[in-house]
């Protein structure tokens, strides 16, 4: 454990001590109240661990802080809890919770091929269709899967077209509020219907020796994706950049320098995600010995259609994996794509139609009777800066998450601070196991989630910080750390 917060944790042992001496009796006059909070003989409200300590000029700041015993109720640290902060990406909580309560954990993301029109005789059909319900943890080997079925069944040669049924979803590939900067970055690919690969074309860009000769791979592969080069031989001071500008376009752009043998990575988002599913699966059906290229052309027929597709023959259905083991990468890793998919999910599976107004409609609804006051919350995922909740709304989704039926499962799907997911490298050196959802946008640095003991659930935490500029910014992370570190104290 570092010295600074062992000697943040030793000073705490002495303030607990001296706080249950001075509070006697009073202490349980305030868990009998129910206030959540411990009174003190003047009438102050206390709580045992201070923001402060770890936050210093903590009122220059927007920080909302709150953290509660999940058996007693007595509040274990507070400050501003009703103030509403963008809670970036502990808001993806908040969306596993609802969609654990209206699909349930066990929910699974079905896409549905058959034949569409008239099947000409056993191994030719007019169109072949594929409806597509918004399954965010679609992969290429999941689509060749497909592919092979549909030869199974049979079926060698496609007259007209492949037809793409993408009507769950409205044509809103962004939720409100996300910014152009986001949408040409590899952490905020489009939502949509048909997904492959989490809708980003994976990278690779090499040199081949001293030659100066680059090779170029891309995975998922389609023909459609514009390839443009611009690097240079160097034999030192390499520097390679790879992603695109064009957030409306299908275009990766590679540039910098290379040093020979230098092999370099990225993924970068796609701008017609629907376009490209769609033809990673017509090629997973040529190679499968189905033709897709009707006439005897060398590019594939496809239509995407915003409209239902009613398929005469089911030949083929792909289930995802759990609704839970795919909460779990999405709050592990927080693929932002995931959410707002299961966000327009929900919303299809309420209204016939997966819209951001029908899911933060319902959202706020779940929010509000799971004891949020102050929750505005537009997407799935927290990347929009229209989003703001307070330290409080936040525990308040999370207590309520955990008391339900399926609470063990939405605690598991949280990553154990040390351990896992984007909380591998924090709070490591502390003895109580801390369930955690880390957040951050530019000025705002987030991390909430439950604190277990012997495997139970002892406290909930929210620490939201914003408005963070200049060294608070750069020092935030660490501070949020000491303050959890001295909530678990408390807690254990």
């Not at 990406?89 to 929910?107: C, I, M, N, V």
Request: overall charge negative; proline content about 4%.
């Amino acid at each position: 454990m570092s010295t600074p917060r062992r000697l943040m944790l030793e000073n705490l042992r002495l303030d607990r001590r001296r706080f249950v001496q001075a509070s006697g009796l009073a202490v349980l006059a305030g868990m009998a109240t129910g206030s959540g909070q411990a009174v003190t003989d003047g009438g102050e409200t206390t709580t045992q661990v201070d923001p402060g300590d770890a936050f210093d000029q903590i009122d220059r700041a927007a920080i909302s802080v709150f953290a509660r015993d999940v058996e007693t109720g007595d509040v274990i640290s507070s400050h501003d809890p009703q103030m509403p902060v963008p809670p970036a990406s502990t808001t993806k909580l908040l969306t596993t919770a609802a969609a654990f309560d209206e699909l349930g954990p066990d929910y699974r993301f079905e896409t549905t091929v058959g034949v569409v029109g008239e099947r000409r005789n056993d191994g030719v059909v007019e169109s072949l269709g594929v409806v597509a319900r918004g399954d965010p943890d679609m992969t290429e080997d999941d689509l060749r899967e497909l592919a092979a079925a549909v030869a199974d069944s049979g079926i060698r040669r496609v007259t007209d077209r492949l037809v793409v049924d993408v009507s769950a979803f409205d044509d809103g590939e962004y939720p409100p509020a996300w910014t152009l900067g986001d949408a040409t970055s590899s952490y905020a690919p489009k939502s949509s219907a048909f997904v492959v690969n989490h809708n980003e074309v994976d990278v690779t860009a090499s040199r081949d020796g001293d030659s100066c000769e680059f090779d170029v791979s891309l995975e998922p592969h389609w023909d459609g994706i514009d390839v443009d080069v611009d690097l240079e031989c160097v034999d030192e001071d390499r520097f390679v950049t790879i992603g695109t500008s064009e957030h409306w376009r299908n275009t990766v752009e590679i540039g910098g320098r290379m040093i020979p043998d230098d092999v370099a990575t990225a993924s970068v988002p796609i701008g017609t995600p629907n376009e490209y599913a769609a033809n990673v699966f017509a090629n997973a059906l040529e190679d499968e010995g189905v033709s897709v290229t009707p006439g005897g052309g060398a590019e594939p027929e496809i239509e995407i259609s915003h409209e239902s597709v009613d398929l005469a023959e089911t030949v083929a259905t792909h289930e995802s994996r759990t609704l839970a083991e795919v909460a779990e990468g999405f709050n592990f890793w927080s693929y932002n794509m995931v959410g707002e998919n299961i966000a327009r999910t929900v919303a299809y599976e309420r209204e016939g139609l997966g819209t951001w107004a029908t899911w933060e409609s319902y959202l706020d609804e779940r929010l509000r009777n799971a004891g949020a006051e102050t929750p505005r919350i537009r997407d799935g995922s927290g990347l929009s800066r229209h989003d703001l909740a307070s330290a409080h709304d936040v525990v308040s989704m999370i207590e309520w998450g955990i008391d339900q039926e399926w609470g063990e499962t939405f605690r598991e799907s949280m990553a154990v601070a040390g351990e896992d997911g984007t909380v591998r490298n924090r709070l490591g050196d502390v003895d109580a196991t801390i369930r955690a959802k880390s957040g951050s946008l530019t000025g705002v640095t987030c991390l909430a989630g439950v604190i277990e003991d012997g495997g139970e659930p002892v406290a909930t935490y929210a620490v939201l910080a914003a408005n963070l500029t200049g060294e608070r910014a750069v020092g935030a992370s660490p501070r949020v750390d000491d303050l959890v570190a001295m909530i678990a104290e408390a807690a254990t």
